[in-house]
Nanobody
Framework: QVQLVESGGGLVSAGGSLRLSCAAS????????LGWYRQTPTKQRELVST???????NYADSVKGRFTISRDNAKNTVYLQMDSLKPEDTAVYYC???????????WGQGTQVTVSS
């Protein structure tokens, strides 16, 4: 059973930064795709960013240039560095892992990010 544990969320002022971490139980090399999603009470869960074992990254247009996804294989951890945060970034952020691109994803429990104006 795969476990993903997010941490690093919190309350920050607009323009500030946070770094989210997602620690996996076991090697992250076994996953074709690792990613971050976010959800608010009024919106469906949306993709924020993904990263592959080779380091290829993908970002939602709304976060390009502000967020950076990275991975540390030795620590089995994926990170999301969030800079220049905006109030509209407020959401619960979830870590996601797919064994294969067509596989059902594993999800973490989520971490709340709140950006005050």
């Amino acid at each position: 059973q795969v476990q993903l544990v997010e941490s690093g969320g919190g309350l920050v002022s607009a323009g500030g930064s946070l770094r989210l971490s997602c620690a996996a139980s076991g090697s992250i090399d076994r996953f074709d795709v690792l990613g971050w999603y976010r959800q608010t009470p009024t919106k469906q869960r949306e993709l924020v960013s993904t990263i592959t074992p080779g380091g290829s990254t993908n970002y939602a247009d709304s976060v390009k240039g502000r967020f950076t996804i990275s991975r540390d294989n030795a620590k089995n951890t994926v990170y999301l560095q969030m800079d220049s945060l905006k109030p509209e970034d407020t959401a619960v952020y979830y870590c996601n892992a797919r064994r294969y691109v067509w596989s059902s994803p594993y999800w973490g429990q989520g971490t709340q990010v709140t950006v005050s104006s």
